[in-house]
């Protein structure tokens, strides 16, 4: 056997040499906040012992306040600051309406007045509507006024679990932070859901500690006929869990309590009855933690403007895409004159449950399974159609829009909950012909950055 001897001369591996810490981070001085960006921090710049400007974000300030703060992180360009100490705030500062507010993750503009916060929100869909390529001159005529759900109006929740040696924790992160905040007193969810969350924190207090350490979030829905809850957890139940969790849900008179571990499919583990919400006086079932608009505010305000719509348009055949379980669906199908809508989307579980509801109640709807992402209508398939609306994820629908813009109907009406991908798609179908009629910003996440926005847009005449 040939043996391979080491040369004394070669170079070793390559040795991990320990990673630098940021000389800024912990770094201290004095700001003014010069505004307010888009994510609700406030933005200012401070000057590095080496006399460099430095952008930082900064949490709960309005602009012209004076604080002192201190780089906590890196962040995209810049850093994440924290203030600690006031020097002076404006008089436009108000008091937040929650106790959490600067612990609390979920609201960043609290603090903001209410006018304030409305042009805010305003500014936000203008600045979306020009970045579409709209002149600034047109812009404030086709935005119409910020529609705003108000306090302890969300209908659903996710509440991050924690139980360890200090505690039960029901609630949400921290501010760029994993732990987990006991919210006892939020003031943008429904009563309904605060009164459950206080209820699990007593349930979780009284389990086995082994047995509540498994679960790790609960998803709350609040439905026309009571609560819909899915427990995300990292094992199944027992027996003995299962008759505890069964016993919670006939205490607390919750529609149903499903579980569900890891990707597996959810487990009911008590239906007392199906949970139903209303869509034209048309009852659908909806799925353990599916979607729905995030208040009933809000998606009156889309309902009524996507009605408006229709009444100045007169479709009759409508292609209703990325539906969900018929938000939109049954007021394109029922209101006003009946017409034909085909409702396309890709979840199973949606795709089934609407079926069920179209076929009990007669309505002149067709439901296709789809997955628009990678097999998008083709501008063949559009020609059948004089009307289509389309409500996609954060992401967008970029694919379906090239398809549109290729040979999209008349008219469009787009509903987007993620302002930069509203900005993107719009200028798809801008660049394919169409023009924006109309622009309703809806504000369903109340004292957030997140900002819902329905268009209105024709092709123009060749």
């Known amino acids: 056997m040939k043996h391979h001897h080491r040369n004394p001369r070669a170079r070793g591996g390559r040795k991990r040499q320990p990673s630098r810490r940021d000389p800024l981070i912990g770094f201290e001085a004095p700001v003014t906040i010069e505004q307010v960006g888009a994510r609700g921090d406030g933005i200012a710049h401070i000057q590095a012992p080496d006399g460099k400007a430095v952008l930082v974000y900064v949490d709960c300030v309005l602009p012209g306040d004076e604080v002192r703060v201190a780089l906590r992180q890196k962040r995209g360009d810049g850093y994440g600051a924290e203030v600690i100490e006031e020097i002076a705030r404006t008089g436009a500062f108000n008091p937040p309406r929650c106790s959490h507010f600067k612990e609390c993750g979920g609201c960043a503009l609290q603090h903001m007045s209410d006018d304030d916060y409305r042009a805010w929100k305003y500014d936000k869909a203008k600045t979306a509507v020009l970045r579409a390529g709209i002149d600034p001159e047109d812009a404030?005529?086709?935005?119409?006024?910020?529609?705003?759900?108000?306090?302890?109006?969300?209908?659903?929740?996710?509440?991050?679990?924690?139980?360890?040696?200090?505690?039960?924790?029901?609630?949400?992160?921290?501010?760029?932070?994993?732990?987990?905040?006991?919210?006892?007193?939020?003031?943008?969810?429904?009563?309904?859901?605060?009164?459950?969350?206080?209820?699990?924190?007593?349930?979780?207090?009284?389990?086995?500690?082994?047995?509540?350490?498994?679960?790790?979030?609960?998803?709350?829905?609040?439905?026309?006929?009571?609560?819909?809850?899915?427990?995300?957890?990292?094992?199944?139940?027992n027996l003995d869990m299962r008759q505890d969790l069964a016993e919670f849900a006939g205490a607390q008179n919750l529609a149903r309590l499903s579980w569900?571990?890891?990707?597996?499919?959810?487990?009911?583990?008590?239906?007392?009855?199906?949970?139903?919400?209303?869509?034209?006086?048309?009852?659908?079932?909806?799925?353990?933690?599916?979607?729905?608009?995030?208040?009933?505010?809000?998606?009156?305000?889309?309902?009524?403007?996507?009605?408006?719509?229709?009444?100045?348009?007169?479709?009759?055949?409508?292609?209703?895409?990325?539906?969900g379980v018929g938000s939109f669906t049954f007021a394109l199908a029922l209101h006003g004159k009946r017409r034909s809508v085909t409702a396309v989307e890709s979840d199973p579980r949606a795709v089934e449950l609407l079926q069920y509801a179209v076929g009990q109640s007669g309505s002149p709807i067709k439901v296709v399974k789809r997955d628009l992402f990678r097999q998008p209508l083709t501008a063949a398939e559009l020609g059948a159609f004089d009307l289509v609306l389309f409500d996609p994820p954060r992401a967008g629908a970029l694919a379906q829009c090239e398809q549109l813009a290729t040979g999209g109907p008349e008219w469009v009406l787009a509903v987007s909950c993620n302002p930069a991908t509203f900005t993107r798609d719009m200028r798809v179908l801008r660049n394919g012909g169409y023009e924006i009629q109309k622009v309703v910003p809806v504000d369903q996440f109340?004292?957030?950055?997140?900002?819902?926005?329905?268009?209105?847009?024709?092709r123009k005449a060749v």
């Open 140 to 237: 404030d005529d086709l935005i119409a006024e910020v529609e705003i759900s108000p306090p302890a109006s969300r209908r659903r929740a996710g509440f991050s679990v924690h139980v360890g040696a200090t505690g039960v924790f029901v609630g949400f992160h921290g501010r760029f932070s994993h732990t987990v905040l006991n919210v006892p007193d939020c003031a943008v969810l429904r009563p309904e859901l605060m009164a459950f969350r206080s209820a699990f924190v007593d349930f979780l207090t009284s389990c086995p500690p082994d047995y509540a350490r498994d679960i790790k979030e609960v998803f709350v829905t609040l439905v026309d006929n009571g609560l819909d809850v899915l427990i995300q957890a990292s094992a199944d139940p």
């Open 260 to 323: 569900q571990v890891g990707d597996r499919p959810d487990e009911p583990v008590a239906a007392r009855h199906t949970p139903l919400v209303s869509f034209e006086n048309v009852e659908v079932s909806i799925a353990p933690a599916g979607f729905l608009q995030a208040t009933l505010d809000g998606q009156q305000s889309l309902v009524n403007a996507v009605k408006q719509a229709l009444d100045e348009i007169a479709p009759r055949q409508v292609a209703d895409l990325f539906c």
């Open 446 to 458: 109340l004292w957030s950055s997140h900002l819902e926005l329905f268009a209105v847009l024709r």
